[in-house]
């Protein structure tokens, strides 16, 4: 499986969807960046990330060649380079078996959402090959309600697809991955109980109060882990 995640605008999330949802979960897998200006899988603790440029994709393409599992993470500022790149290749559309589209709820991004979806069927992807995956929506919203416009969309144009149940809920527990720069799994390797304990035995007023906050994120990191499990599975179908 080789997927791309890709959105005209920034700051929808499309390295959270490719560093705490895909890579974890897409075995033996090879993480490739498209990106020059903005946050990057390294940033979030991803290793032996791959980079190129929006115009590198005959050099990505050789890259991939050899992987059986890959995720193209690619920088807002790098999708334009990269389609008119990808149209120049005979099928290169063809090289990745899906297009995650992450989307937000905000006016900008739902219209920069479906200017993707747009652009990436004119260059050929086939429609079902390109996925919207609702992101940082409040757990209890009704996603049909806040990204209506994405799924009249869908409907309208048989552009690509939506899952109402494929959502990634907002979490600050992101921001601590991110600052901390670690995976769900070192966040939960330890049993939280036994942490706890270990944090009131501490005589360190800092060290206290530093594993209190590793407790609390650690709690709070299962249920986020389940739901990006559960939603994973829906869009992938493993």
Do not use: C, W
């Amino acid at each position: 499986m080789k997927v791309a995640v890709i959105n005209y605008s920034g700051s929808v999330g499309k390295t959270l969807v490719s560093t705490y949802l895909l890579a974890p979960r897409m075995k033996n897998v090879k993480f490739f960046s498209i990106e020059t200006i903005n946050q990057s899988a390294t940033d979030l603790g991803i290793k032996d990330v791959v980079s190129f440029k929006g115009d590198d994709f005959s050099k990505l393409i050789e890259d991939i060649f050899f992987e059986d599992s890959a995720i193209i993470d690619i920088g807002a500022s790098n999708v334009e380079q990269f389609l008119m790149s990808m149209s120049r290749f005979d099928g290169g559309a063809n090289e990745f078996d899906l297009y995650f589209i992450p989307v937000t709820k905000e006016d900008k991004a739902i219209k920069e959402s479906m200017k993707t979806a747009h652009a990436l069927n004119k260059v050929g992807v086939e429609r079902e090959k390109i996925v919207f995956v609702p992101n940082r929506i409040t757990p209890g919203e009704d996603v049909e309600k806040v990204l209506e416009a994405v799924f009249s969309f869908v409907k309208e144009t048989k552009i690509g697809k939506i899952d109402k149940n494929s959502v990634i809920y907002d979490s600050e527990v992101y921001e601590y991955l991110a600052h901390h720069k670690i995976s769900f799994e070192s966040l939960t390797e330890e049993d939280a109980e036994e942490f706890k304990v270990r944090a009131k035995q501490s005589n360190d007023v800092d060290e206290r109060r530093k594993m209190a906050r590793r407790y609390t994120y650690m709690k709070q990191a299962i249920p986020v882990k389940n739901n990006l499990d559960k939603t994973y599975s829906l869009l992938i179908g493993e």
